[in-house]
């Protein structure tokens, strides 16, 4: 089984990746299925169902509009998230849509986009029922068609004959150095003498050509780029009603008057980076997946402090950087979780903190062991992390804690580059660690706003 860097990095739009891009996908993917069974045009009502956490929060992490825009032949990675707002407002006053774009019924988004919040689906907490109807939609009338989706983290989503004990879609393409586990990883690098970008740049040729991975990744870094600017430069208050003003624009001001000289000015800057991400996240706007969106801010913070901190940082340092990240991230991909609606956020924010600081020790000149010492590092002090968006929103404690992750990140890096890679600690005894953590945390802390913060908070 191989998982691609473009697996688990994709241009997408906030607030979350298993909540809003997921189900995006899967309503598109709906209505992929009955176009190629020649019942798009029977169509004349469609219905969805979220169960779990995404019923849970649907409405605070944008759920309900997902759905909206996938029916409407939307996908994540290309929607304008300016206009989507205006589209889904249509639909809601209008109770008509353009099923796929082309073919218009009926629909009302307040009945027919149900949230279950006590209520799951067998597989995972992250659960879709979409069922369309044709002429005869009556009480108790048989549907056209009806599929069962899951939205397993990072915006992969599953459907209901995919699932599986790993819960993603197996990818049999044979690579040049296969890996499951940490172990393997390092192994894989001792055979070849290559670093951990290397063995995940020969595995990416099996997809695509040396410059097209490359071109890729830099385009990447370019919407990342793209929104950590939009976030320094957009003020006001985040949607959603708790009213949180955003402090990257303020932020971004007062470090540009400063002078240099401080010593921990450069872990200010990461600081901004991280919460000017998060603020355009929890807006709607346009981020990279890496590997989450509740957890976007921590990778390009980091590569911000490598880029503009680190003496020689070029292009070849970031694909270097986005392939080590991404080859440390499958490693959660395929033995843990990056969802934190089943593990809690040490499998968001805590799978970022590890896949950037591995990244990061490489770039800076450290061994294959060492980066996996690093990444080992970051995952271990984010052990236990739940996720407790306060009023379902991907905000409090959400943004603060992709700033904080990434100085802890950069903390693991140089941590780990002051020793040899030795640890009593395996990666892959703490990302066991981690899933076993998840497996044993109470539902009321895996996003569903019911436990923690989003409820000790008193909201005014």
Not at 394 to 401: H, Y
Request: include cysteine; charged fraction near 20%.
């Amino acid at each position: 089984m191989a998982i691609s860097a473009f697996d688990l990095f994709s241009v997408g739009i906030g607030p979350s990746s298993s909540h809003t891009v997921g189900p995006m996908r899967a309503a598109a993917t709906f209505v992929q299925r009955l176009t190629e069974a020649g019942l798009l045009e029977q169509v004349c009502r469609v219905q969805a169902q979220l169960f779990g956490s995404l019923g849970a929060t649907g409405h605070g992490h944008g759920s309900v509009k997902a759905v909206v825009l996938g029916l409407a032949g939307e996908r994540p990675e290309l929607v304008d998230p300016r206009a989507a707002e205006a589209t889904f407002e249509q639909v809601k006053a209008s109770h008509r849509m353009p099923l796929g774009g082309t073919h218009e019924i009926t629909l009302d988004v307040d009945t027919d986009v149900i949230l279950h919040r006590r209520e799951t689906l067998p597989f995972h907490s992250n659960g879709m029922r979409f069922t369309a109807w044709g002429p005869d939609a009556g009480e108790g009338s048989a549907p056209l068609f009806e599929r069962e989706f899951y939205s397993v983290g990072g915006g992969f989503v599953l459907d209901q004959d995919e699932v599986g004990e790993n819960q993603i879609i197996p990818d049999h393409t044979p690579v040049r150095y296969p890996f499951a586990s940490g172990a393997e990883l390092l192994a894989r690098c001792a055979e070849s003498g290559l670093p951990i970008s290397g063995v995940m740049m020969a595995n990416e040729l099996s997809w695509r050509t040396e410059a097209e991975v490359r071109e890729g990744l830099l385009h990447l870094w370019t919407v990342m780029q793209e929104c950590v600017d939009n976030g320094c430069r957009t003020e006001g208050v985040l949607p959603g009603g708790l009213k949180v003003q955003r402090r990257a624009p303020r932020l971004a001001k007062q470090l540009k008057r400063e002078h240099a000289g401080d010593p921990l000015s450069a872990m200010d800057w990461v600081t901004l980076y991280a919460l000017a991400v998060n603020e355009e996240n929890a807006s709607g706007g346009r981020i990279v997946t890496a590997p989450t969106n509740g957890a976007a801010g921590i990778i390009p913070a980091v590569l911000h402090y490598y880029t503009r901190f680190v003496p020689g940082a070029d292009d070849d340092g970031v694909v270097a950087f986005l392939l080590t990240a991404a080859a440390i991230g499958s490693l959660y991909k395929q033995n843990a979780s990056i969802s934190g609606a089943e593990v809690g956020c040490q499998g968001e924010v805590g799978s970022a903190c590890s896949m950037a600081a591995g990244a990061l020790a490489e770039v800076l000149g450290g061994t294959p062991r060492q980066a996996e010492n690093a990444a080992e590092i970051g995952i271990e002090h984010n052990l236990g992390l739940t996720c407790d968006p306060v009023g379902g929103l991907v905000q409090i404690p959400c943004i603060e804690r992709n700033a904080v992750a990434s100085v802890k990140a950069i903390t693991a890096a140089r941590l780990a580059l002051r020793g040899a890679g030795d640890q009593i600690v395996s990666l892959d005894t703490a990302i066991k660690t981690m899933r076993d953590t998840g497996r044993d945390m109470k539902v009321k802390y895996k996003e569903t706003a019911r436990g923690g913060l989003a409820v000790n908070l008193i909201e005014c």
